[in-house]
């Protein structure tokens, strides 16, 4: 007999829908699984098996290069496409303002229309009531942040992926994210 539980947890994940989006947006922002299900319309045991089956960052702290990679990963390097909703709120998520989450979240739902595919672009609309910072915010996101043509980077990236294929065991030492 399955567990509806993990059947539920597993049907989020394989939608790869808003639900997903939002549920592991709010993980990194670390909500408590009762916050959680109450914004995602959830159980907290259904968010407590997905956390700890299909999006297990818990136990990794903080805004670790870790999280970056695996929860929110390229788009963050190389650009975010229209179609990186979840990649981008990850990201807000693992600045750990729940406040800034709630909002980017809020006003995605109230710019959101019957039809519409969940993209990056409903906050970009010309006529849309998303707040104007938070607009330039998204827009200011969308070019990647690491850019060919800034020596110092390509080096960083160089030695960065030199040493991720050369792991040594010992301690893991990360960058924060800081959000001005």
Not at 15 to 31: T, Y
């Amino acid at each position: 007999m399955k567990s509806p539980k993990i059947h539920a947890a597993r049907q989020i994940s394989e939608e790869d829908g808003l639900r997903r989006a939002e549920l592991e947006s709010r993980i990194l922002v670390g909500q408590s699984d009762w916050e959680i299900a109450e914004f995602c319309n959830l159980t907290p045991e259904v968010v407590q098996v997905y956390a700890d089956l299909f999006f297990c960052v818990r136990d990794v702290p903080g805004g670790s290069d870790w999280k970056l990679r695996y929860a929110v990963g390229k788009p963050h390097f190389y650009g975010y496409q229209d179609h990186n909703l979840r990649q981008m709120w990850n990201w807000f998520g693992m600045t750990g303002q729940q406040e800034v989450l709630n909002l980017v979240i809020a006003s995605y739902y109230a710019e959101l229309k019957p039809g519409d595919e969940p993209t990056l672009s409903v906050y970009l609309r010309p006529t849309s009531s998303v707040d104007l910072r938070l607009q330039a915010l998204i827009a200011e996101l969308i070019p990647p942040s690491i850019q060919p043509s800034n020596r110092w980077e390509e080096e960083f990236m160089f030695y960065s992926m030199s040493i991720r294929r050369n792991r040594t065991p010992g301690p893991v030492i990360s960058l924060g994210l800081i959000i001005c």
